[in-house]
Nanobody
Framework: QVQLVESGGGLVQVGGSLRLSCVVSGRTFSSYAMGWFRQAPGKEREFVAGISWSGTATNYLESVKGRFTISRDNAKNTVYLQMNSLKPEDTALYYC????????????????????WGQGTQVTVSS
C-alpha cells in the first residue's frame, strides 16, 4: 500500500505564494516519477507539473510556466510545488500522484500514467 499526503494549501491573495508538499510512504518503489494535478469546481482534473525520478526532467502546464516550480527530495520521499504569482484561476484542489517507472527520466503528463494519488489540498486565491 502506498500513501500520499499533501499539505501546504490555503487561502492566499492574488500575487501571493504557496509551497505544496507531498510525502510518499508505505510500499514505495525503487524509482517513481511524480506529478501535480488540480481540479477546479465544475472542471476536469488537469495536469499541472511533473518531475522524473532523477529530478532532471520536468514538465509544466503552459499557464503555470515561469510561476510554478516542481522539485523533489528522494531522501525524504517528498515532492514540492512552489507556486508564485498566484492568480484566481489557480484556485483548485491540488493532488499529487506517483507514476511507477524504471525510466529515470520519465515525466507523467496525464492521469492514466499515474498509479497512486493523494487526497488533495485546497488552494484558494482571492482577488
Amino acid at each position: 500500500q502506498v500513501q500520499l499526503v499533501e499539505s501546504g494549501g490555503g487561502l492566499v491573495q492574488v500575487g501571493g505564494s504557496l509551497r505544496l508538499s507531498c510525502v510518499v510512504s508505505g510500499r514505495t518503489f525503487s524509482s517513481y516519477a511524480m506529478g501535480w494535478f488540480r481540479q477546479a469546481p465544475g472542471k476536469e482534473r488537469e495536469f499541472v507539473a511533473g518531475i522524473s525520478w532523477s529530478g532532471t526532467a520536468t514538465n509544466y502546464l503552459e499557464s503555470v510556466k515561469g510561476r510554478f516550480t516542481i522539485s523533489r527530495d528522494n531522501a525524504k520521499n517528498t515532492v514540492y510545488l512552489q507556486m508564485n504569482s498566484l492568480k484566481p484561476e489557480d484556485t483548485a484542489l491540488y493532488y499529487c500522484a506517483v507514476a511507477r517507472t524504471y525510466n529515470n527520466y520519465f515525466v507523467p503528463r496525464v492521469e492514466r500514467e499515474c498509479d497512486y494519488w493523494g487526497q488533495g489540498t485546497q488552494v484558494t486565491v482571492s482577488s
